[in-house]
């Protein structure tokens, strides 16, 4: 039986609502995540923290290796689609949907061009120039508050990168080397900033490299002791609010190939493993997308360009965004990805994210 995706819940209880709610709390009960709005009232100022990676069921099974994460969840939020880093941070940031701020995945087709959105290049080339972030990425981030740059912690190699420049615009990037200076760093802006943002990578990177064994499991145990000294380390009426941009699934080298007469129809690909996007030769789209159906449904969601759109997947899509999507996505719902010949590099992967089942879409809401 095909199981049923777990849809982005862009009107509430999703990652593109929390910053909205940090930054200017509603006290309406039809506003969003009006759990979170409660759980912050009264506070002097409000830590976010980021853990690129770690999704809500990766957290419940390891509650033991990190008791305060466990200890203090309220209820879990959704991700974005697909549910992967570029687009997942650009809706926090923007509070905005991949369709409407237009990141709509970790490779995405711009004219001739795939964007690598993370190091923003173009067959391994810088793309900057050709194709400039604040054009790319039109939404305005919600990183000003009362007039001033929001403070946004995170490493140095990520500080003058073109995704941050998408994504991050209006911030006050503070670098540093590792997160062991991220807790006195965070205090130090919550001096003269009431709102302070903190990024940590080192739980996805250990999944990608490694999967979810023994090396993520002390990511997570890593994890939660850095928040316990953040905790220490800014006023007892200050909260921190911990989140995700994504879950994860371990998939190892377990590939789903396209059948050789079926990839004759298909012009190139994006996207990535979790969500691939096939650009169909002209004229080839409507019989691809029918013909992958046929072969792929015992293990993959497979839609057509408009089905996306119309479940409301990406959200609104504006019209210069629509271009950059395929003609047929498709998202394996088991442990496995769909491989892209023209990324061989990629199959060293071993977890992956970016389709919408709940390992992947389900993440963490915390509060401490």
């Not at 200890?71 to 974005?80: G, N, Y």
Request: hydrophobic share 40%; aromatic share 4%.
């Amino acid at each position: 039986m095909t199981p049923n995706p777990t849809n982005p819940d862009y009107a509430d209880r999703c990652i593109a609502n929390v910053l909205k709610v940090l930054g200017q709390p509603s006290r309406s009960n039809e506003a969003p995540l009006s759990d979170l709005t409660q759980a912050i009232s009264g506070s002097a100022g409000v830590v976010l923290v980021v853990l690129d990676g770690l999704g809500a069921s990766q957290l419940a099974n390891r509650s033991a290796l990190a008791p305060l994460l466990a200890a203090r969840q309220i209820e879990p939020i959704t991700s974005v689609a697909p549910s992967t880093t570029a687009a997942a941070l650009t809706s926090l940031t923007t509070g905005r949907p991949p369709g409407a701020h237009g990141i709509v995945g970790y490779r995405f087709s711009l004219g001739e061009d795939i964007l690598q959105s993370l190091r923003w290049t173009v067959d391994s080339n810088d793309a900057t120039r050709q194709h400039p972030p604040e054009q790319v990425q039109r939404s305005t981030p919600l990183l000003m508050r009362k007039g001033r740059a929001v403070p946004y912690v995170g490493r140095k190699a990520f500080a003058t990168s073109t995704f941050t420049k998408a994504h991050l615009r209006g911030s006050k990037y503070l670098s540093v080397e590792g997160p062991d200076e991220m807790p006195a760093v965070v205090a130090e802006a919550l001096r003269s900033d009431d709102l302070v943002i903190c990024y940590h990578d080192a739980i996805d990177k250990i999944a990608h490299a490694e999967g979810l064994g023994a090396g993520f499991d002390d990511a997570v145990r890593r994890a939660d002791r850095l928040l316990a000294e953040i905790r220490g380390a800014v006023p007892d009426d200050v909260t921190i609010v911990v989140t995700s941009d994504h879950g994860q699934v371990d998939c190892g080298p377990t590939a789903i190939e396209i059948p050789k007469h079926l990839l004759a129809l298909v012009d190139f690909m994006s996207g990535e493993g979790r969500f691939r996007w096939l650009h169909a030769h002209r004229g080839q789209a409507t019989d691809l997308v029918e013909r992958m159906r046929g072969v792929l449904d015992a293990t993959c969601w497979v839609k057509s360009r408009r089905e996306v759109i119309a479940a409301g997947w990406l959200g609104e899509v504006d019209d210069e965004v629509v271009d950059r999507l395929g003609d047929v996505a498709i998202l394996p719902f088991i442990d496995a990805f769909v491989p892209d010949p023209a990324e061989p590099l990629e199959v060293r992967m071993k977890s992956r994210h970016g389709s919408l089942t709940e390992a992947e879409m389900m993440v963490p809401l915390i509060v401490l």
